[in-house]
C-alpha cells in the first residue's frame, strides 16, 4: 500500500506548528501510517520561515525533501470575520486544501462559527496526535527523528521520554509502547483551549456538541467498549 492510499484525510498546519521542527516532524511522519496526509500554503511556509532560527531547516525546506507541494491558498478569507486578522487565510487555506482539521498552537483564534461555516477543526497538535497517532505511525515518527539525531544520538525510547515535556497527551496515549520508560513531566501548562470546531476526530464527521475532539456518539461507543469514561 502505498502512503497515498493510506491518507484517509487532510491536515493543514499552521504556521506556528511549521516552525517548531519537533512538532511539524512528528505529525508529518506519523501520518502515512495513521491514516492521513499533512499540508500547508505559500502562507503558513513563509510566516514559519520568518519566526525559525538560522540553523533549522526551513518549512521550504523539509518540503523539498519530502517531496511534498504547497496547498492551493485560500480565496475570500476576510469572510472569516470572528477570526483573528492574521489567521483568517490559514483558515480559507485550510479549506482550499480539502482538511478536515487545522493544526495549531493557538486554537483560541479561530472563531467557532467561522470554524463551522468552514467544516474545519481546529486543534492543538498534542491533542491531534494523541487520538489520531496509531502506535505504528509513533514509532514511525520516533525512527525517523532518531535516525538524525547525532549529537548526542537518541535511541527511540530516550525521544519517547524526552518528548512529554512538549507533547505530555501524546506520550500518554502510547504508554504501552514503552511501559518501562517513564516520559518527562510536562514543560508547562496546558492551553486554555486546545480544540474549536465540530468535527469529531474519531468518526471524522460534523456533530453537535463536540467537546475536545470526541462527538457523544463517539464518547458513548468508546466508554461502553473499554468500561472507562472518555
Known sequence: ????????FVVLLDSNVLAKPLTRTLVMAAGSLSGYGATWSRYEEDEANR??????????IVRALSGAELAPSGVDANRYGGTSTKDRQVLADAVAAGALFLITEDVDDF????LEAAGVAAVNPDLFLSLKATPDGYREALTFVA????????TVAQLHVQIGRAH???VESQVSLFPD????????????????????????????????GWCPECTAHVGANSGSKV
Open 147 to 154: 535516525q538524525r539525531f547525532k549529537r548526542p544520538e537518541r
Open 181 to 212: 520508560d517513564q516520559p518527562k513531566p510536562a514543560a508547562h501548562n496546558p492551553p486554555a483551549e486546545m480544540y474549536r470546531g465540530n468535527r469529531c476526530l474519531n468518526c471524522l464527521q460534523t456533530k453537535q456538541d463536540v467537546r475536545l
Open 111 to 114: 472563531d467557532e462559527g467561522d
Open 168 to 170: 505530555p497527551l501524546t
Open 51 to 60: 519566526h525559525m532560527c538560522p540553523e533549522q531547516s526551513t518549512a521550504t
Open 1 to 8: 500500500m502505498t502512503d497515498s492510499e493510506r491518507i484517509g
